[in-house]
């Protein structure tokens, strides 16, 4: 069993930055990848990136290309998303999520966080 916790979300202006964090608890060696989703009220989720955490590879969507940046702690076991140039339109729970496999930007992943929120006033 794997067990995520996010923490970081909040509230900015248009223009502003946050930094979400996923820390992952435990059989956490098993994890081969870990993914940002969100979820605006009346909307699908939606992936936003993943990583590889043996490699480090990792993709985003094409929404976020160039303004989030996903990243990893090995050693703290903990993912983060930086989000730079954030729009209203980026206002949405965030949740993070990891499997054993690797699907992806897909929301086919046996564990999820609770979800943070993000606000983005204009």
């Known amino acids: 069993q794997v067990q995520l916790v996010e923490s970081g979300g909040g509230s900015v202006q248009a223009g502003g930055s946050l930094r979400l964090s996923c820390a992952a608890y435990?059989?956490?060696?098993?994890?081969?990848?870990m993914g940002w989703f969100r979820q605006a009220p009346g909307k699908e989720r939606e992936g936003v990136a993943f990583?590889?955490?043996?490699?480090?590879?990792?993709a985003y969507a094409d929404s976020v290309k160039g303004r989030f940046t996903i990243s990893q702690d090995n050693a703290k076991n903990t993912v983060y998303l930086q989000m730079n140039s954030l729009k209203p339109e980026d206002t949405a729970m965030y949740y993070c999520a990891a499997d054993f496999a690797s699907p992806g930007l897909t929301p086919a992943y046996n564990y999820w966080g609770r979800g943070t929120q993000v606000t983005v006033s204009s």
């Open positions: 990583i590889y955490t043996g490699g480090g590879s990792s």
């Open positions: 435990g059989y956490t060696y098993s994890i081969n990848c």
